[in-house]
């Protein structure tokens, strides 16, 4: 299975507070990503008072062993025709690099399965 994790799962991996289930699912798969879109999101909710660590969180989640996944021109073309079921564009990324790379997303976002993509609930 090739996963692409949501921005909450990497902040969970990072502070211990993933479910061991899944923790252990991570640790066996071969092709787990994260996309571009994590840093910027969790840059944007630090700066915005959202997370409220003093640690560089961007930072210490592009030094995670994810496999890194770039955004490309695809992904923002598809994001923006996506239905409105999600109102947050970070999410709604993380929904196109899913359909168009074929992954599994993972995550617990109640609006993602609304869409055309798999998903594995957290």
């Known amino acids: ?8 799962v990497v902040l969970w991996w990072m502070n211990g507070e993933l479910p061991d289930e899944t923790r252990e699912l991570l640790g066996r798969e071969l092709a787990v990503y ?10 944007v909710k630090q700066a915005a008072g959202k997370l409220t660590s003093t640690e560089d969180l961007a930072a210490q989640a592009c030094n995670t062993q994810f496999q890194p996944l770039p955004i490309d021109a695809r992904h ?15 999410d709604r ?4 690099q899913a359909q168009s790379e074929g992954l599994t997303l993972v995550t617990r976002d109640k ?10 609930t957290v």
């Open 34 to 43: 994260m996309s571009a879109i994590t840093p910027w999101e969790i840059s």
């Open 76 to 90: 923002g073309a598809l994001a923006g025709k996506l239905p409105l079921h999600h109102k947050d564009p970070f």
């Open 1 to 8: 299975m090739k996963l692409l994790l949501d921005t909450h």
């Open 111 to 120: 609006f993602i399965p609304l869409y055309d993509v798999d998903v594995l």
């Open 93 to 96: 990324m993380l929904v196109a």
